[in-house]
């Protein structure tokens, strides 16, 4: 489990991802927290990568793109 406290995001706070199920979970500032099913591991390394908005990144590329839950 990969645990990252997100310090340069105005949305996302922090990100956990299981490697080993492909689940990454996101939490928000305003404290919502959703877990997205079979993400690869490929996409959480960009999402982590993006230097110009973790948040875009997140908007364009995960949400509505994986099946999610509210956690």
Do not use: C, W
């Not at 956990?16 to 919502?32: M, P």
């Not at 490929?42 to 230097?51: M, N, T, V, Y």
């Amino acid at each position: 489990m990969i645990h990252i406290d997100v310090t340069r995001s105005s949305m996302i706070s922090a990100l956990d991802y299981d490697e080993a199920v492909q689940e990454l979970t996101v939490t928000f500032n305003n404290g919502g927290k959703y877990k997205y099913f079979d993400v690869p591991k490929e996409a959480f390394d960009a999402l982590l990568a993006d230097e110009e908005s973790i948040g875009k990144h997140f908007g364009s590329r995960i949400k509505n793109k994986y099946r999610y839950e509210k956690v």
